[in-house]
């Protein structure tokens, strides 16, 4: 949708590859933050003179990046209700770590950015998306201040040169056309006690998350 609006230079989990390669050679030292503040002062050095929309997960960006990203950046939360997101989670990584899952850098995020910013954060819900893409898309970027471009809900199918080597996360956004309907909650007795576990530890965080959504509950 982003991509296809036009008014934005889209990136699609630009600090994705410093996470990656500093969960598994971090030393515990400063210099594993490097990589991640040349990546946020490459975005925003294009920001001065263009319109950048950045898509990241927040457990990748959690204890890396630094203030400027809330001085100079509008941070908006697309929130997934953890009966979906998790089950999903664990059939491509079924030994997912609870970072993975999230929810607390999504949380630790969010408080951060009302914290520095003084205002409420944009949140919208995955599944309300989903459900009714108008209102969700009108609401979101009416609280930016932006026309929503309602044409921008259908767009070509296709990857992006930015998820090389995680194709196999972003299947479905590929082959998509537009946002799909409503997921069917899955039979959840048919997981890991540790699956259920982490739903439940995660579900709080995504209703408090909830309540604070542009287009209601």
Known sequence: ???KRGDFIVFGEPYCNCYLDTAVFSSGDDNSARPF???????LKLSSTSRVFVKEMAHHVVGYIGDEVFER??????????????????TILNDYSERD???????????????????VPVVIDGEALR????RVVTAYFGALGLDPMLDALNWQKGGRSDWAGREEWHTAAGNSTGFAPPACEPDLDRFP???????ERCLPIY???????????
């Open 73 to 90: 950046g509008e941070n908006t939360f697309l929130i997934r209700d953890p009966r979906l997101s998790i089950p999903s989670l664990y």
């Open 207 to 217: 209703e408090h998350l909830l309540g604070f959504a542009v287009h209601g509950g």
């Open 131 to 134: 459900q009714d893409p108008v």
């Open 37 to 43: 503040s040349q990546v946020t002062d490459d975005l």
């Open 101 to 119: 899952t999230g929810f607390d850098s999504q949380l630790e995020l969010f408080e951060k950015t009302r914290i520095r910013t003084g205002r």
């Open 1 to 3: 949708m982003m991509e």
């Open 193 to 199: 006690l540790r699956v259920r576990q982490t739903i």
